[in-house]
């Protein structure tokens, strides 16, 4: 993992950290989109994952280099061969985290740089949403790998 961050509430800047809980609860704990509900359910976006192979081809197709937080995801990871498949489990850790789908850019993506929004669109280069299967600790140099 070479990028971890959270954003505490909507519209806010991205916050990188170090390391972080993950929980089934919370997501990556103190980022607002990981709740559970009150009820207990949660969404399938408790934690998104971004690629770094991913980000390189929208950043050659806008022919710039960007910050990964731009993608406002919680997750930035580097050599994860992750099928674009719903179910696949990650593991980091003891974190399991299970892909409930494709985290589809949206038109939010253009007010961190024009043209990042169709940039993202092809191929799930917008990430990952995941839920969380089993919590733990993350920091960054931790190995990421499907199961």
């Not at 993950?22 to 709740?35: E, H």
């Not at 910050?67 to 099928?83: C, I, K, M, Q, S």
């Not at 961190?112 to 960054?140: K, N």
Request: proline content about 5%; overall charge positive; some cysteine.
């Amino acid at each position: 993992m070479i990028g971890l961050a959270r954003r505490r509430v909507p519209r806010a800047a991205m916050e990188t950290l170090s390391d972080s809980a993950i929980t089934t609860a919370q997501g990556v704990v103190g980022d607002y989109r990981g709740k559970a509900k009150p009820d207990g359910r949660v969404t399938r976006r408790q934690v998104s994952l971004l690629r770094r192979e991913d980000w390189t081809l929208a950043e050659a197709e806008l022919a710039c280099a960007l910050p990964w937080t731009h993608r406002r995801a919680n997750l930035f990871v580097e050599g994860l061969d992750l099928p674009r498949v719903a179910g696949t489990i990650v593991a980091i850790g003891d974190v399991r985290l299970a892909v409930s789908g494709e985290c589809d850019p949206c038109r939010r993506m253009d007010e961190q740089h024009p043209g990042l929004w169709p940039a993202l669109v092809p191929d799930w280069r917008g990430g990952y949403l995941m839920t969380v299967i089993a919590g733990g600790h993350v920091r960054l140099g931790d190995a990421v790998r499907t199961l």
